[in-house]
């Protein structure tokens, strides 16, 4: 037993989802926790799991696929995609995360949602460290995922009765 943390005993794993506002609010901030995630793809010869940059407008995903990459050819060819995050942690108390599941939309050059995306990537950061033109974004066609479903994991939840493992859908009321 933990003496710490008693509730996180494996006997104590209830089941009560939290009300959808806290799980959004939640979500979202583990989504501003970091910037760095791992996309799930799969090619023709099986899975691809990249680490890669990302930034968030609410639940909407940004990435900028590196051109030609295979992640990039694996979404092209099958658009269905997951992400995960998870947050620094220092034990099961502190255990939080989030997998996101969807369709990969290739956003090209130019067009206004591009061009929204863009905004929301912080392209200079990335730019400066790696010593490209800061007056220009990058070119190549920008990822979005916006999930039809999260898991949201956090094991603090079991503490307040409710379940470490909650599930948003994009559809439900």
Same mark, same amino acid.
Not at 94 to 114: I, M, N, R, Y
Not at 139 to 144: A, D
């Given at each position: 037993?933990?003496?710490?943390?008693?509730?996180?005993?494996?006997?104590?794993?209830?089941?009560?989802?939290?009300?959808?506002?806290?799980?959004?609010?939640?979500i979202?901030?583990a989504l501003?926790?970091t910037?760095?995630g791992v996309?799930?793809?799969?090619?023709?010869?099986?899975?691809?799991?990249?680490p890669?940059?990302f930034?968030?407008?609410g639940?909407?995903l940004?990435i900028?696929?590196?051109?030609?990459?295979?992640k990039?050819?694996?979404?092209?060819r099958?658009?269905r995609?997951?992400?995960?995050?998870?947050?620094?942690?220092?034990?099961? /108390?502190? /255990?939080?995360?989030?997998?996101?599941f969807?369709?990969?939309?290739?956003?090209?050059?130019?067009?206004?949602?591009?061009?929204?995306g863009?905004?929301?990537f912080?392209?200079?950061?990335?730019?400066?460290?790696?010593?490209r033109?800061?007056?220009?974004?990058?070119?190549?066609?920008?990822?979005r995922?916006a999930?039809?479903?999260?898991?949201?994991?956090e094991?603090?939840?079991?503490?307040?009765?409710?379940g470490p493992?909650?599930?948003?859908?994009?559809?439900?009321?």
């Amino acid at each position: 037993m933990s003496t710490a943390h008693p509730w996180l005993e494996l006997s104590h794993w209830p089941k009560k989802p939290l009300p959808r506002e806290e799980l959004e609010r939640r979500i979202e901030r583990a989504l501003t926790l970091t910037n760095i995630g791992v996309l799930a793809t799969s090619s023709s010869k099986g899975p691809i799991a990249s680490p890669v940059e990302f930034y968030a407008d609410g639940f909407t995903l940004y990435i900028f696929p590196q051109p030609g990459s295979p992640k990039l050819r694996a979404m092209q060819r099958d658009p269905r995609v997951s992400f995960a995050v998870a947050n620094p942690m220092a034990g099961w /108390a502190s /255990a939080q995360g989030a997998q996101l599941f969807g369709e990969a939309e290739l956003l090209d050059v130019g067009t206004p949602e591009w061009e929204h995306g863009m905004r929301i990537f912080k392209w200079p950061a990335s730019a400066w460290e790696i010593d490209r033109p800061l007056d220009e974004p990058p070119e190549g066609q920008l990822m979005r995922l916006a999930p039809e479903r999260i898991v949201y994991t956090e094991h603090f939840l079991r503490r307040d009765g409710y379940g470490p493992r909650q599930i948003w859908h994009r559809d439900a009321s």
